[in-house]
């Protein structure tokens, strides 16, 4: 294996900051850890993953409906949930060096002895940390006064789950489906955008008769891996991993995994769970009201539904469709090697569609070349480049990770055609002008990424 070439974090890192997909937020006055802006390119990406999963679930389902809840919620919903007291990491501190490590990845040994795994020192006693954002609504900071960052976006659904059967007469089974920043004061934030403190996402709560949990949760593992697998992703890349006892959620009845390879190894990606009626009880239990569901086409039944739910970051999956995209290809010929950068993302989830090059900048080509822009602009998400050889300017796409080129020279001016050039294969044909929107379309509806 050729390891010069191969994929790393620190590749990655380098190739989002180099073409705007993502900056350190806050750089200017050293960065915050934990937190990442998304630049031009960035977020043209993830608003694609973002609609690619929107439409998955809403537009393809007609049983699941949308909501967008507040990040702030009333405390009691954290109490409810368990949130307030169950959700904690194990925390130590190194008296020496100041270090901060979560008890639970530091060598057994080293924490039965309290040594700091960074410079020997002496650990603190673990103690428990609340991993949500608390912060006061009100003019009085006080006990009264207390409101948390919602640490996930479930919550805000279920409590809805009543308003939505009545406002939209949804019938069991029927789901809900939400994106949405989330926030955890984690102790650890490493690899990039794979775990922040701040974050979106993208859930959907999917609600059924108890009895046919186990069918629907099935149906909902079959689903999200099909997803992925739609959206190009390398089958390979990714697997399944089964919650065990001790990793089970109290509120579980079953859970799985779907993993993806990153370059630090093999790490969740989204979690398909089976909840059982914990929540719906729960919250029926600390809010007084009632939230049976009433079944009216089978004698008025009445039973508090289990849930299925099934939960991705989305800007963890920025980062999963990132990594799965990138390539480096020798493109040279014999001896002469000729390594080029490539994003091979599916032409749906690609933030740039297609790039206007003129050949030259002269003679009326870069004239012409923003009129076919403005035509295709309607239909597609474009870039234009008159910067530099166009070899360049192809790499340039080729690093974006935009599917197709669409170039503009003296040819064009006598026949009304334009070179069309493929990124993965780098295959030139010529098109003409008025067919070009009906040629990208039929290429985005076939691609397979070979």
Not at 57 to 75: E, R, Y
Not at 163 to 183: E, H, T
Not at 314 to 327: H, K, P
């Amino acid at each position: 294996m050729d390891t010069a070439h191969s994929i790393t974090m620190e590749k990655i890192v380098s190739l989002c900051k180099r073409r705007g997909f993502v900056f350190q937020s806050s750089e200017v006055y050293g960065g915050q850890a934990g937190a990442w802006d998304y630049g031009p390119i960035g977020i043209e990406l993830k608003n694609n993953i973002q609609r690619a999963w929107w439409k998955e679930m809403t537009q393809l389902h007609d049983n699941i409906v949308g909501l967008d809840a507040a990040i702030l919620m009333h405390p009691r919903v954290w109490e409810a949930s368990g949130h307030v007291e169950n959700f904690t990491d194990p925390l130590v501190d190194c008296k020496k060096c100041k270090a901060r490590f979560r008890a639970d990845q530091i060598d057994p040994g080293l924490l039965a002895q309290k040594k700091c795994p960074e410079c020997g020192g002496e650990l603190t006693d673990t103690r428990k940390f609340n991993l949500m954002f608390k912060t006061h609504i009100g003019p009085a900071e006080d006990t009264a006064s207390v409101i948390y960052l919602r640490p996930e976006t479930a919550q805000g659904i279920y409590v809805n789950y009543k308003n939505i059967i009545q406002s939209n007469r949804m019938k069991i089974p029927f789901g809900i489906a939400q994106v949405g920043k989330a926030f955890r004061n984690e102790i650890v934030t490493k690899n990039f955008i794979f775990r922040t403190c701040e974050f979106e996402q993208m859930e959907m709560q999917f609600f059924v008769k108890p009895g046919e949990d186990e069918k629907w949760f099935n149906y909902w593992r079959g689903e999200r891996w099909n997803f992925y697998k739609k959206y190009g992703v390398r089958q390979e890349k990714l697997r399944w991993h089964q919650h065990g006892p001790d990793e089970l959620a109290h509120y579980a009845k079953d859970a799985y995994d779907i993993e993806f390879e990153f370059p630090m190894g093999f790490r969740e990606l989204e979690g398909v769970h089976n909840r059982t009626n914990y929540d719906l009880t729960r919250h029926t239990e600390f809010s007084g009201k009632d939230l049976q569901y009433i079944d009216q086409d089978n004698g008025a039944e009445r039973y508090v539904p289990f849930i299925i739910e099934t939960s991705a970051g989305l800007t963890r999956n920025v980062l999963m469709f990132l990594c799965d995209a990138y390539d480096e290809e020798n493109v040279g010929a014999g001896d002469k090697p000729d390594w080029r950068t490539v994003l091979r993302f599916h032409p749906k989830i690609a933030p740039i569609t297609v790039a206007v090059l003129p050949l030259f900048k002269k003679d009326g080509l870069s004239e012409l070349a923003v009129d076919i822009r403005n035509g295709l602009r309607e239909s597609f998400m474009t870039d234009y480049d008159e910067g530099g050889s166009i070899g360049k300017r192809y790499r340039r796409q080729d690093e974006t990770g935009t599917p197709f080129c669409v170039t503009i020279d003296y040819q064009t001016k006598e026949d009304n055609t334009v070179t069309v050039r493929f990124r993965d294969s780098m295959e030139q044909i010529r098109v003409p002008r008025d067919e070009l929107t009906a040629v990208i379309n039929r290429e985005i509806s076939s691609y397979s990424r070979k």
